[in-house]
């Protein structure tokens, strides 16, 4: 029978299988270590863990520079996630919808960031903002952020331009709107999923990163530059532990609702054909 | 209509995509009220055409004007006409309802005036009751007729339509014709559209322009490019058609004589429609006009040997190769015309026609 050749085909592979489970494992497994020991009331990581606590959440509620540190990152973030998402959307716009010359150049240069190490374009912003005299501060860390995070928003936001037929636009114009008009009531409301899950991507990305803030960043610290900060006091490592798996949930929880808006936003222009 | 009050004026319009030549030299009027069809081949520059009407192109060189007004200046959103877009690009995020009233907004109406208009034209388009419905959740009929609604309630001086009915399937695209010339016929607006089906064409419009490879062969109503087709190609393009070659002998009185290469017989055919033409000559003939003898009908009649036979129900159609030179015509007779006998392939017949069928043609 010609079903059962097809099941055949689709037969698990069971090589395959293992292999995902050891490459999840391998992933994902060092990473368990920090809330299971968040959670240990000893000070050192070791086996067995002999007794469970919350008492290093609880010091973290207490501990005034941590909630410092948070406000800052979430300042930059927002900010960040704001000011590259915009900067987004007309790039993808541009890219998508109009002739430039040499757009495969210019868009393998935008996407350099995804490739080149952050530690290249702290250093190369460091000595730009040196030689300019820019005082360090949460804005040159943004700054930093925002080159690293603008790839990303492209990258999400071209499939969402490439989407939709270009005569949508062009019907609202012969409608009677300006660009202006057109940009507000056909554009945006179409890419919507598409700006939401770059805001919630790019927020996050920023939220999490170390070594550009590590090269541009002044007295004011953000979370990461803080945690490292603790690392080298061994008595406040538990709170660290407590501190990055809060970081963890939250960034998990932002990164997949990111990704499901998007494809969820994705499956509904499809089916509408 | 007493006096022709022209409604789009196109001087001289050229436009170049690079070095690509896509419209070279149009040069025509649209009237008021009129429905007006652009006919071409894939490619011949149809859509290029319109949107050069709709400002979404500027023209290489030229000028359009719409109701009197030169439009160079004026940027598509400020022009007087509207567009019905070859895929309708309804508003995925809007309903039917939103997608209808969308031009609303800049004329400023109230809540209740607003809705007033659109359930007019919910009613004009047949869909009373479907302003809630989601615009994904449309047949590619009901798209359509939203695209229409949506373009009409501004009340154009013209509407510009791509191809509409292109999407749908062909017997949906019968009823829809209907509709759009009957819609035509209610509101009076001024409807310019493109396709490249030539029925369509025909059974709409009270005109016809046939464009080929960025050029418009020739304006006329459908009638008049079926009978009177000035070349080669538009006669090839509208209904089906033969070929023939031919020498002009002479004239007599209001009557020429021409010869038909192949079978050899002089045929008559009215002088004023040679343009003075003299020597070599093109000409065709439409199949239904030719009549097929199985004996001699008179001297004038051509010979031939039958060499095929097709019923096609309503109709026949008979191959038939001219004398020596082996031109093969078609003749397309209806099957009551066989009353005296089937005639035998291999058989020789003979063809007349009247002497207003033949028409020459200006090139190859
Ligand atoms: N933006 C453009 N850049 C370059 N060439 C173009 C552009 N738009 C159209 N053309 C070319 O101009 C010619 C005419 O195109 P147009 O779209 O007007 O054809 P059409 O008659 O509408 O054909 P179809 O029936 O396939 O829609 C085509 O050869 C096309 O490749
Ligand atoms: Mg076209």
Same mark, same amino acid.
């Given at each position: 029978?010609?079903?059962?050749?097809?099941?055949?085909?689709?037969?698990?592979?069971?090589?395959?299988?293992?292999?995902?489970?050891?490459?999840?494992?391998?992933?994902?497994?060092?990473?368990?270590?920090?809330?299971?020991?968040?959670?240990?009331?000893?000070?050192?990581?070791r086996f067995p863990i002999e007794s469970f606590t919350l008492d290093w959440y609880g010091r973290l509620i207490g501990e005034r520079p941590v909630l410092r540190a948070l406000e800052n990152s979430l300042r930059v973030g927002v900010s960040v996630a704001v000011v590259s998402t915009c900067l987004g959307v007309f790039a993808a716009k541009a890219l998508v919808r109009y002739r430039v010359p040499g757009k495969g150049p210019i868009l393998g240069f935008i996407l350099l960031p995804l490739v080149v190490p952050p530690i290249i374009f702290g250093v190369a912003m460091l000595l730009m903002v040196n030689a300019l005299n820019i005082p360090l501060s949460l804005y040159t860390i943004a700054a930093?952020?925002?080159?690293?995070?603008l790839p990303f928003s492209i990258a999400i936001l071209m499939p969402r331009f490439e989407g939709y037929d270009a005569a949508m636009e062009e019907a609202a114009a012969d409608l009677g709107e300006n660009g202006w008009w057109v940009f507000w009531r056909v554009t945006v409301p179409i890419i919507m999923p598409g700006i939401v899950a770059s805001l919630l991507l790019t927020f996050t990305v920023s939220f999490d990163e170390f070594v550009m803030a590590f090269f541009l960043g002044g007295t004011d610290l953000t979370l990461p530059l803080y945690i490292w900060g603790q690392l080298r006091i061994p008595r406040n490592f538990p709170v660290v532990l407590a501190l990055g798996t809060l970081i963890l949930l939250f960034s998990f929880a932002l990164v997949f609702l990111g990704l499901r808006i998007g494809r969820r936003g994705a499956i509904k222009l499809v089916d509408r054909g | 209509m007493s006096e022709r009050h022209v409604m789009i004026r196109l001087s001289n319009i050229s436009k170049r995509f690079g070095l690509f030549r896509a419209i070279e030299h149009a040069d025509f009027d649209i009237f008021r009220g009129e429905f007006f069809s652009i006919l071409g081949a894939s490619g011949s520059g149809k859509t290029t055409l319109l949107r050069i009407m709709a400002g979404f192109e500027a023209a290489s060189e030229g000028t359009v004007h719409i109701d009197g007004a030169p439009m160079d200046a004026v940027p598509p959103h400020q022009r007087p006409v509207n567009m019905v877009f070859q895929n309708y690009a309804i508003f995925p995020h809007l309903n039917v309802a939103d997608n209808i009233g969308f031009g609303l907004r800049k004329l400023g109406l109230g809540r209740a005036e607003r809705q007033r208009r659109i359930d007019e034209m919910l009613e004009l388009i047949a869909l009373p009751?479907?302003?809630?419905?989601?615009?994904?959740?449309?047949?590619?009929?009901?798209?359509? @007729?939203?695209?229409?609604?949506?373009?009409? &309630?501004?009340?154009?001086? +013209?509407?510009?339509?791509? *191809?509409?009915?292109? =999407? $749908?399937?062909?017997?949906?695209?019968?009823?829809?014709?209907?509709?759009? @010339?009957?819609?035509?016929?209610?509101?009076? &607006?001024?409807?310019?559209? +493109?396709?490249?089906?030539? *029925?369509?064409?025909? =059974? $709409?419009s009270d005109r016809v322009a046939v464009m080929d490879e960025g050029r418009v062969m020739q304006i006329d109503t459908p009638a008049g490019l079926y009978e009177r087709p000035g070349s080669r190609k538009v006669a090839g393009f509208i209904g089906s058609m033969n070929f023939l070659r031919g020498v002009v002998l002479g004239r007599d009185g209001a009557m020429a004589r021409v010869q038909i290469a192949g079978g050899g017989a002089v045929c008559r055919m009215p002088a004023d429609r040679l343009n003075g033409a003299h020597g070599d000559l093109d000409l065709a003939i439409r199949p239904e006009k030719i009549a097929l003898h199985a004996r001699a009908p008179g001297p004038d009649a051509l010979a031939g040997v039958l060499r095929d036979r097709v019923f096609l129900g309503e109709r026949v159609h008979y191959t038939v190769a001219l004398g020596d030179g082996g031109e093969t015509v078609i003749v397309s007779a209806p099957n009551t015309a066989e009353a005296d006998g089937v005639p035998q392939t291999g058989s020789t017949v003979w063809l007349s026609w009247p002497e207003t069928a033949l028409m020459p043609l200006s090139d190859t």
């Amino acid at each position: 029978m010609k079903p059962a050749r097809r099941h055949e085909f689709h037969r698990p592979n069971r090589a395959l299988q293992l292999y995902a489970v050891f490459f999840m494992v391998l992933l994902y497994g060092p990473i368990l270590f920090i809330p299971l020991f968040s959670f240990s009331a000893g000070l050192y990581i070791r086996f067995p863990i002999e007794s469970f606590t919350l008492d290093w959440y609880g010091r973290l509620i207490g501990e005034r520079p941590v909630l410092r540190a948070l406000e800052n990152s979430l300042r930059v973030g927002v900010s960040v996630a704001v000011v590259s998402t915009c900067l987004g959307v007309f790039a993808a716009k541009a890219l998508v919808r109009y002739r430039v010359p040499g757009k495969g150049p210019i868009l393998g240069f935008i996407l350099l960031p995804l490739v080149v190490p952050p530690i290249i374009f702290g250093v190369a912003m460091l000595l730009m903002v040196n030689a300019l005299n820019i005082p360090l501060s949460l804005y040159t860390i943004a700054a930093g952020h925002i080159i690293i995070c603008l790839p990303f928003s492209i990258a999400i936001l071209m499939p969402r331009f490439e989407g939709y037929d270009a005569a949508m636009e062009e019907a609202a114009a012969d409608l009677g709107e300006n660009g202006w008009w057109v940009f507000w009531r056909v554009t945006v409301p179409i890419i919507m999923p598409g700006i939401v899950a770059s805001l919630l991507l790019t927020f996050t990305v920023s939220f999490d990163e170390f070594v550009m803030a590590f090269f541009l960043g002044g007295t004011d610290l953000t979370l990461p530059l803080y945690i490292w900060g603790q690392l080298r006091i061994p008595r406040n490592f538990p709170v660290v532990l407590a501190l990055g798996t809060l970081i963890l949930l939250f960034s998990f929880a932002l990164v997949f609702l990111g990704l499901r808006i998007g494809r969820r936003g994705a499956i509904k222009l499809v089916d509408r054909g | 209509m007493s006096e022709r009050h022209v409604m789009i004026r196109l001087s001289n319009i050229s436009k170049r995509f690079g070095l690509f030549r896509a419209i070279e030299h149009a040069d025509f009027d649209i009237f008021r009220g009129e429905f007006f069809s652009i006919l071409g081949a894939s490619g011949s520059g149809k859509t290029t055409l319109l949107r050069i009407m709709a400002g979404f192109e500027a023209a290489s060189e030229g000028t359009v004007h719409i109701d009197g007004a030169p439009m160079d200046a004026v940027p598509p959103h400020q022009r007087p006409v509207n567009m019905v877009f070859q895929n309708y690009a309804i508003f995925p995020h809007l309903n039917v309802a939103d997608n209808i009233g969308f031009g609303l907004r800049k004329l400023g109406l109230g809540r209740a005036e607003r809705q007033r208009r659109i359930d007019e034209m919910l009613e004009l388009i047949a869909l009373p009751g479907y302003g809630a419905r989601r615009s994904d959740q449309l047949s590619g009929g009901q798209r359509q @007729r939203v695209a229409l609604a949506r373009a009409l &309630i501004l009340r154009p001086k +013209v509407l510009l339509l791509d *191809e509409p009915l292109g =999407a $749908l399937d062909k017997q949906l695209r019968a009823q829809m014709q209907t509709e759009l @010339r009957a819609l035509q016929r209610t509101v009076g &607006i001024t409807f310019v559209l +493109v396709t490249h089906d030539q *029925e369509e064409a025909m =059974a $709409l419009s009270d005109r016809v322009a046939v464009m080929d490879e960025g050029r418009v062969m020739q304006i006329d109503t459908p009638a008049g490019l079926y009978e009177r087709p000035g070349s080669r190609k538009v006669a090839g393009f509208i209904g089906s058609m033969n070929f023939l070659r031919g020498v002009v002998l002479g004239r007599d009185g209001a009557m020429a004589r021409v010869q038909i290469a192949g079978g050899g017989a002089v045929c008559r055919m009215p002088a004023d429609r040679l343009n003075g033409a003299h020597g070599d000559l093109d000409l065709a003939i439409r199949p239904e006009k030719i009549a097929l003898h199985a004996r001699a009908p008179g001297p004038d009649a051509l010979a031939g040997v039958l060499r095929d036979r097709v019923f096609l129900g309503e109709r026949v159609h008979y191959t038939v190769a001219l004398g020596d030179g082996g031109e093969t015509v078609i003749v397309s007779a209806p099957n009551t015309a066989e009353a005296d006998g089937v005639p035998q392939t291999g058989s020789t017949v003979w063809l007349s026609w009247p002497e207003t069928a033949l028409m020459p043609l200006s090139d190859t």
